[in-house]
Nanobody, 122 residues
Framework: VQLQAYGGGVVQAGGSLRLSCAAS????????MGWFRQPPGREREFVAA????????LFADDVTGRFTVSADSDENTVYLQMNRLKPEDTAIYYCASAINWSGSYSPGYNHWGQGTLVTVSS
């Protein structure tokens, strides 16, 4: 499975941004997708996860109510809609795929995209 994340950029605090993650290759072998981020000088952290059928979702506490995640299985694309962005959301955002539901457990994801940078200015 190859993953391509895009849609990052610079946005002012309070603004919105939508990230996309396009999956190609043996996508039938992935059951769920996750979004993770790595803020400057910090370790990678979980953001959100969704099963390809959309029935399972999970969000990190600090993005709950601000971010939503959706999956288009026909287009093999997962989206992360980020609203009411804060400067602390600044990070490189990565998408990842998992064969089974892995939620926030990053070792459960076996393929990772290259990341897209989101910068939120105050």
């Amino acid at each position: 499975v190859q993953l391509q994340a895009y849609g990052g950029g610079v946005v002012q605090a309070g603004g919105s941004l939508r990230l996309s993650c396009a999956a190609s290759g043996r996508t039938f072998r992935s059951w769920a997708m996750g979004w993770f981020r790595q803020p400057p000088g910090r370790e990678r952290e979980f953001v959100a996860a969704i099963s390809w059928n959309g029935r399972q979702t999970l969000f990190a506490d600090d993005v709950t109510g601000r971010f939503t995640v959706s999956a288009d299985s026909d287009e093999n694309t997962v989206y992360l809609q980020m609203n009411r962005l804060k400067p602390e959301d600044t990070a490189i955002y990565y998408c990842a795929s998992a064969i089974n539901w892995s939620g926030s457990y990053s070792p459960g994801y076996n393929h990772w995209g290259q990341g897209t940078l989101v910068t939120v200015s105050s």
